[in-house]
Nanobody, 117 residues
C-alpha cells in the first residue's frame, strides 16, 4: 500500500527554521490537494497549510507569514518551509494527499518538530 514519507523534522531553537518534505513511497496518480497537519500532545490534529494542484494555498492563521507550502507536481512531493519557529509549533507534523476522482486520502507516519529554548 502506498504511503507518504515525511522527512526534515528535528530540534530547533525559537526563531530557527526547518524544512519538511513529503513524497509517496510508490506511485500515486492524479493528486489533487496536498497538505500538512500537526498534532501536539493532548490536542486535536489541525491543518497547518494546504496547496491545490494549481498552486492555490491556504494557511492556518497561527503560521501565516512564517510558513510556506510548496509542491512539485512532477514528483508528487510537497514541502513546508518553517521560519521563525515558536515553542507552540512543537508537534508531530503529518503529510496528507488527496487524489482526484475518488478523493482517496493518503497520510504519512509523521515527523516530530520540537522548538525549545
Amino acid at each position: 500500500q502506498v504511503q507518504l514519507v515525511e522527512s526534515g523534522g528535528g530540534l530547533v531553537q525559537p526563531g530557527g527554521s526547518l524544512r519538511l518534505s513529503c513524497a509517496p513511497s510508490g506511485s500515486i496518480f492524479s493528486i489533487r490537494d496536498m497538505g500538512w497537519y500537526r498534532q501536539a500532545p493532548g490536542k486535536q490534529r489541525e491543518l497547518v497549510a494546504a496547496i491545490t494542484s494549481g498552486g492555490r494555498t491556504n494557511y492556518a492563521d497561527s503560521v501565516k507569514g512564517r510558513f510556506t507550502i510548496s509542491r512539485d507536481n512532477a514528483k508528487n512531493t510537497v514541502y513546508l518551509q518553517m521560519n521563525s519557529l515558536k515553542p507552540e509549533d512543537t508537534a508531530v507534523y503529518y503529510c496528507n494527499a488527496v487524489r482526484f476522482g475518488d478523493y482517496a486520502s493518503y497520510w504519512g507516519q509523521g515527523t516530530q518538530v520540537t522548538v525549545f529554548s
